[in-house]
């Protein structure tokens, strides 16, 4: 009886560490290792944070292409538009004030949160309720995400539940032909 009670016990303490989720964070130095999909074409892209009081800037690496890109604080916690270039227009690009990369702002997250949607590029995206949906897997762990769809299109964005740096991990149909998959997270 003792050791059936032991089971027992192992089995629900094992069964609630893995229910819980990974939280990606960004610090200093993370790797960020994307699969993308550019109208037709497959590409790795590996993005390294450098967080500085003023930006977010991701040292963009993928076939060739080095570049800077650098995310206003502003846009961090404001932005409404999400940018999707790749680096080849210049070493060093400034994003407008109220673009992101690779993330939604602080603000859209809060709505999302709040209001179960959020409007960027002029679209609004709305909370997916289905369970099934809402997972994502990364180096075997299982990430804490918000799966979110499009209105007016079929555009799915697989967002980390992170206030701080709501990272999107996924994002399929895009009607751009620009989609992403964060296969692996590097800290520095």
Same mark, same amino acid.
């Given at each position: 009886?003792?050791? !059936?009670?032991?089971?027992?016990?192992?089995?629900?303490?094992?069964?609630?560490?893995?229910?819980?989720? %990974?939280?990606?964070?960004?610090?200093?130095? *993370?790797?960020?290792?994307?699969?993308?999909?550019?109208?037709?074409?497959?590409? *790795?892209?590996?993005?390294?944070?450098k967080i500085t009081p003023d930006a977010l800037i991701f040292n963009l690496d993928t076939r060739d292409v080095n570049s800077n890109i650098i995310t206003?604080?502003?846009?961090?916690?404001?932005?409404?538009?999400?940018?999707?270039?790749?680096?080849?227009?210049?070493?060093?690009?400034?994003?407008?004030?109220?673009?992101? %990369? %690779?993330?939604?702002?602080?603000?859209?997250?809060?709505?999302?949160?709040?209001?179960?949607?959020?409007?960027?590029?002029?679209?609004?995206?709305?909370?997916?309720?289905?369970?099934?949906?809402?997972?994502?897997?990364?180096?075997?762990?299982?990430?804490?995400?918000?799966?979110?769809?499009?209105?007016?299109?079929?555009?799915?964005?697989?967002?980390?539940?992170?206030?701080?740096?709501?990272?999107?991990?996924?994002?399929?149909?895009?009607?751009?032909?620009?989609?992403? !998959?964060?296969?692996k997270i590097v800290q520095k």
């Open positions: 009886m003792k050791n !059936t009670i032991l089971t027992i016990l192992f089995c629900g303490i094992f069964q609630m560490m893995s229910a819980q989720n %990974f939280v990606p964070t960004i610090k200093n130095k *993370t790797e960020l290792h994307y699969i993308c999909k550019l109208h037709g074409q497959t590409r *790795t892209l590996t993005l390294t944070s206003k604080s502003e846009a961090l916690k404001n932005g409404n538009a999400l940018s999707y270039n790749q680096g080849e227009y210049a070493p060093v690009l400034n994003l407008k004030p109220n673009e992101t %990369f %690779f993330m939604i702002s602080q603000s859209a997250y809060q709505d999302l949160i709040k209001n179960n949607r959020f409007i960027y590029n002029n679209t609004t995206y709305v909370l997916d309720q289905n369970a099934d949906q809402n997972s994502i897997i990364i180096d075997g762990k299982a990430v804490d995400v918000l799966h979110v769809i499009a209105r007016i299109d079929e555009t799915e964005m697989w967002i980390v539940k992170n206030p701080e740096f709501p990272l999107i991990c996924k994002i399929s149909k895009n009607p751009l032909g620009i989609n992403w !998959t964060l296969v």
